[in-house]
């Protein structure tokens, strides 16, 4: 019988070596996706400045609401499709084809929900402080220009070339922060004026994400695969919409509560706390394509708690030290961002919160839970709504109001958590 200290001990340098060794095209894969955050987060960082620098505080948080509301209404475009497209891309990749062009077909007949939705939210929100005109501009740029674009780099995931997406993606944030530089330089530094940059740069973008980066497959309409992926579509769609009403949903209250300017101070600093989660979002994305061909990876207790501490870790220390730079250099991003700059810090918890909750999305997605998961985005809306509005009403000052933001967000994902873990709990659903 072999004793265990007989059995020899590999040394720690081989050990490590053989890990990475027997995971290495996972690794590769991964800095391959998150060099296509780090580009995007340098190009985007230099587009919010350029932007927020030459717009007027309330003409930037104008814009970014209006921006915000087209990425919400963007999620109905094809009723939901794409996810029924990128499904097929990490697990069927030979239907591209044919889904692409369900996904065109249904992109068609979706249009009048668009549409319809897109004027109801005018009305609510914006009917007192943004043209229509200029409000539809946005909303078409959002919605039928970059949408496809972010369909494009979906494509490209699900099928494993993360290479390609991080280009795109790079490429693409390179277009509008080149628009928004240029734009420092226009005559009229206008909302009305950015709105038709907007539309130039996103038809560039569309025009090399679909002409260069999208896979070459021949299209075929075939409704019978279509109807039974569109339920689940529709859940997906609803989902969605769900999820960015309650991730931009602050933006739109603030707006309509506070005013332009307040709307303005706000977006700047909730822009900053969503450029901490470009990378994040890297690692959900792999995460959710790992989770889909096993889902069983996420049923030991210490790797849930290893995943959530390390984007809690990664989320904070990112906005601690944008903080700490804007501390001692408040003009480093600008003269208008510098108004903003002493409430960054202010917002401590607040993306390691939010990112959070958008981790339990993607599982419950990944499962296959998507009505679950809509369930869980309606829960989240709706006690957002009331939390914030409570805020808005009762709290005076914008220093107070931010520092709040923290305790709401951390109700929020305490609830986004109990339905998330109770559900996972069950099997999850057949792709």
Same mark, same amino acid.
């Given at each position: 019988?072999?004793?265990? &200290?007989?059995?020899?001990?590999?040394?720690?340098? @081989?050990?490590i070596?053989?890990?990475?060794?027997?995971?290495r095209?996972?690794?590769?894969?991964y800095?391959?996706?998150?060099?296509?955050?780090?580009?995007r987060?340098?190009?985007?960082?230099?587009?919010?400045?350029?932007?927020? &620098?030459?717009?007027?505080?309330?003409?930037?948080?104008?814009?970014?609401?209006?921006?915000?509301?087209?990425?919400?209404?963007?999620?109905?475009?094809?009723?939901?499709?794409i996810s029924?497209?990128?499904r097929?891309?990490?697990?069927r990749?030979?239907?591209?084809?044919?889904?692409?062009?369900?996904?065109?077909?249904?992109s068609?007949?979706?249009?009048?929900?668009l549409?319809?939705?897109?004027?109801?939210?005018?009305?609510?929100f914006?009917?007192?402080?943004?043209?229509?005109?200029i409000?539809?501009?946005?909303?078409?740029?959002?919605?039928?220009?970059?949408?496809?674009?972010?369909?494009?780099?979906?494509?490209?995931?699900?099928?494993?070339?993360?290479?390609?997406?991080?280009?795109?993606?790079?490429l693409?944030?390179?277009?509008?922060?080149?628009?928004?530089?240029l734009?420092?330089?226009?005559?009229?530094?206008?909302?009305?004026?950015?709105?038709?940059?907007?539309?130039?740069? &996103?038809?560039?973008?569309l025009?090399?994400?679909?002409?260069?980066?999208?896979?070459?497959?021949?299209?075929?309409?075939?409704?019978?695969?279509?109807?039974?992926?569109?339920?689940?579509?529709?859940?997906?769609?609803?989902?969605?919409?769900?999820?960015?009403l309650?991730?931009?949903?602050?933006?739109?209250?603030?707006?309509?509560?506070?005013?332009?300017?307040l709307?303005?101070?706000?977006?700047?600093?909730?822009?900053?706390?969503?450029?901490?989660?470009?990378?994040?979002?890297?690692?959900?994305?792999?995460?959710?394509?790992?989770?889909?061909?096993?889902?069983?990876?996420?049923?030991?207790?210490?790797?849930?708690?290893?995943? @959530?501490?390390?984007?809690?870790?990664?989320?904070?220390?990112?906005?601690?030290?944008?903080?700490?730079?804007?501390?001692?250099?408040?003009?480093?991003?600008?003269r208008?961002?510098?108004?903003?700059?002493?409430?960054?810090?202010?917002?401590?918890?607040?993306p390691?919160?939010r &990112?959070?909750?958008?981790?339990?999305?993607?599982?419950?997605?990944?499962?296959?839970?998507?009505?679950?998961?809509?369930?869980?985005?309606?829960?989240?809306?709706?006690?957002?709504?009331?939390?914030?509005?409570?805020?808005?009403?009762?709290?005076?000052?914008?220093?107070?109001?931010?520092?709040?933001?923290?305790?709401?967000?951390?109700?929020?994902?305490?609830?986004?958590?109990?339905?998330?873990?109770?559900a996972?709990?069950?099997?999850?659903?057949?792709?």
């Amino acid at each position: 019988m072999t004793q265990a &200290n007989d059995i020899p001990r590999m040394p720690l340098r @081989e050990r490590i070596g053989s890990f990475l060794l027997e995971r290495r095209a996972m690794l590769r894969d991964y800095f391959s996706a998150v060099s296509g955050s780090a580009g995007r987060l340098v190009f985007s960082l230099i587009y919010f400045v350029a932007l927020a &620098n030459t717009l007027s505080i309330a003409d930037f948080g104008l814009f970014a609401t209006a921006s915000a509301a087209g990425v919400m209404l963007s999620r109905t475009l094809a009723f939901g499709f794409i996810s029924a497209l990128y499904r097929t891309a990490t697990i069927r990749p030979r239907l591209i084809g044919s889904y692409t062009a369900g996904f065109l077909m249904l992109s068609l007949l979706s249009l009048p929900v668009l549409a319809a939705a897109s004027a109801l939210t005018w009305l609510l929100f914006f009917s007192s402080t943004l043209s229509a005109g200029i409000f539809a501009t946005v909303i078409f740029a959002e919605a039928l220009l970059w949408r496809p674009v972010e369909v494009a780099m979906i494509v490209n995931n699900g099928l494993g070339r993360f290479g390609r997406a991080a280009v795109l993606a790079i490429l693409t944030s390179a277009i509008k922060s080149a628009a928004a530089v240029l734009f420092i330089f226009w005559p009229t530094s206008t909302i009305e004026a950015w709105a038709w940059f907007y539309v130039a740069c &996103n038809v560039v973008s569309l025009a090399i994400a679909f002409g260069v980066f999208y896979p070459r497959q021949r299209l075929r309409l075939t409704p019978d695969l279509y109807w039974r992926r569109l339920s689940d579509s529709i859940y997906v769609a609803g989902a969605e919409v769900l999820f960015y009403l309650q991730m931009e949903f602050d933006k739109l209250l603030v707006l309509a509560m506070g005013g332009p300017h307040l709307a303005g101070i706000y977006a700047i600093v909730m822009r900053l706390v969503d450029l901490t989660a470009i990378p994040i979002r890297t690692f959900s994305m792999m995460l959710v394509q790992r989770m889909m061909r096993a889902p069983q990876m996420l049923e030991r207790l210490k790797v849930k708690l290893g995943i @959530e501490a390390g984007i809690l870790l990664v989320s904070t220390s990112a906005l601690l030290f944008l903080a700490v730079v804007l501390h001692f250099y408040p003009n480093f991003l600008g003269r208008n961002v510098s108004e903003a700059a002493p409430l960054v810090g202010l917002a401590l918890f607040v993306p390691a919160l939010r &990112n959070l909750v958008e981790y339990h999305a993607e599982l419950l997605f990944a499962r296959g839970q998507t009505l679950i998961r809509a369930g869980n985005l309606a829960l989240l809306a709706g006690l957002k709504a009331a939390l914030l509005s409570t805020l808005l009403i009762q709290v005076a000052d914008t220093e107070t109001l931010v520092w709040s933001l923290n305790g709401m967000f951390a109700l929020l994902y305490m609830a986004s958590a109990a339905v998330t873990y109770t559900a996972l709990r069950r099997p999850a659903k057949a792709i």
